[in-house]
């Protein structure tokens, strides 16, 4: 018995190259970057792209384990209520340190109002709303989750979108969506700057996934153009494992391309 247990374990050193190809061509994808046992956490694990980051992690091997906490869960949090953040990183500590931090939160219609076509639709209370749910509110996830990181190569990524770059805007309209987008990537780029002083193998990264269906854009998007979300989450792991870290954050889409802020 114990012969035959040596024999399987000096078989699956021989071969475990082998079988790592072979599991990461079952598995959507094998993180390498963070080792082979990091712990994962999903915020926002109940949208569409929350949900396809947990079922990515869970399959991945090299994935400890992977936590969750969001509007839905109990304590759950919302992200215009600074004590339910803290109280959510309070019961997440437990499960950390963590390599990985996904914020996948986000809105698009803003209590029951899509985005702004022209000046004319800007609302001063909807406009605000906007920046705290996509900028302010992931904010203070930042200031509350960071320190959560482990103080070795880790990433914490932040879903934003292509339409918070300035220099891309070339179509104008979406006028709250795309300037709390551009804050919260402001609000990215000055916390890697203070981040990389604490640990210097820290990433930050803004995310575009590409147009996914999803409650956030079924009012403005054709499945046909739409990404499925498991392509989506696979592409973005793997331009995040391939990522150096850098005193300022990336700015990538799921394609593995770097965007300009
Ligand atoms: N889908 C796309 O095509 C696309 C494109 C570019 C960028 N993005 C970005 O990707 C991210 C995820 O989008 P998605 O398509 O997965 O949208 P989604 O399915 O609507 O998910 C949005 C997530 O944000 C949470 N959330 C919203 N408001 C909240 C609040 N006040 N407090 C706490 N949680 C809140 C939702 O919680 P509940 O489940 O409780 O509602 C849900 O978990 C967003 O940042 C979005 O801007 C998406």
């Known amino acids: ?24 061509l079952i598995v959507t994808v094998v993180m390498d970057s963070l080792g082979s046992s990091y712990r994962a956490l999903v915020i926002g694990s109940t949208g569409t792209i929350g949900a396809g980051f947990l ?24 992200l215009a209520d600074e004590a339910s953040l803290a109280e959510a990183t309070r019961q997440c500590a437990p499960s950390g340190p963590f390599h990985f931090i996904v914020d996948a939160t986000g809105a698009l219609t803003i209590d029951g109002h899509g985005p ?26 930042l200031k509350y989750f960071l320190p959560l990181l482990a103080r070795e190569r880790t990433i914490y990524a932040k879903l934003s979108a292509r339409v918070g770059s300035i220099s891309d805007n070339s179509k104008g309209g979406w006028y709250g969506y795309r300037a709390s987008k551009a804050a919260v990537n402001m609000f990215l780029q000055t916390a890697a700057i203070e981040f990389a002083r ?32 498991a392509e989506s989450v696979e592409g973005l792991l793997k331009a995040l494992d391939a990522l150096a870290p850098k005193p300022s954050a990336h700015f990538v889409d799921f394609r593995g391309a770097t965007i300009g802020w």
């Open 55 to 78: 079922t990515a992690l869970a399959q991945d091997p090299n994935c400890e384990l992977v936590a969750e906490v969001s509007r839905r869960h109990n304590p759950g949090f919302d």
């Open 116 to 141: 702004e076509k022209h000046l004319g639709a800007l609302d001063a209370t909807r406009l605000l709303r906007s920046f705290q749910v996509n900028a302010v509110g992931p904010a203070l996830l």
């Open 1 to 24: 018995m114990v012969a035959t247990t040596l024999r399987t374990f000096k078989w699956f050193q021989r071969n475990s190259c082998t079988l790592r190809t072979i599991l990461s």
């Open 198 to 229: 604490k640990n210097p193998q820290a990433i930050l990264a803004a995310l575009q996934p590409g147009t996914v269906a999803s409650a956030l854009s079924k009012p403005f998007a054709t499945p046909d153009h739409c990404t499925p979300v």
